[in-house]
């Protein structure tokens, strides 16, 4: 995957958190177009850059715990 790929999937995965899409990592991974492990992967390189992010088992889906967006590091809402 280059650099431009996985900066694009780091950026959708960030629009389907921040949109709340329902779902568990396969299916997430599904609509990425990726397989599972690259899903987790991309999860745990976003978390290294700063991004709050967790699974909500309540409602099944992919959180952050504070409002903002990933923009290769997490910017937090009172700073945009």
Known sequence: MTNDEKRNLY????RM??????GNASALANRLGVSRS?????????????APIYYNE??????YEEDG???????RESTL
């Open 11 to 14: 950026l959708r995965l960030d």
């Open 17 to 22: 958190i921040r949109m709340k899409y329902k």
């Open 38 to 50: 690259t899903f987790f992967r991309c999860i745990e390189e976003m978390k290294s850059l700063g």
């Open 58 to 63: 309540l409602s099944q889906q992919y959180c």
């Open 69 to 75: 967006t990933f923009t290769f590091g997490f910017v």
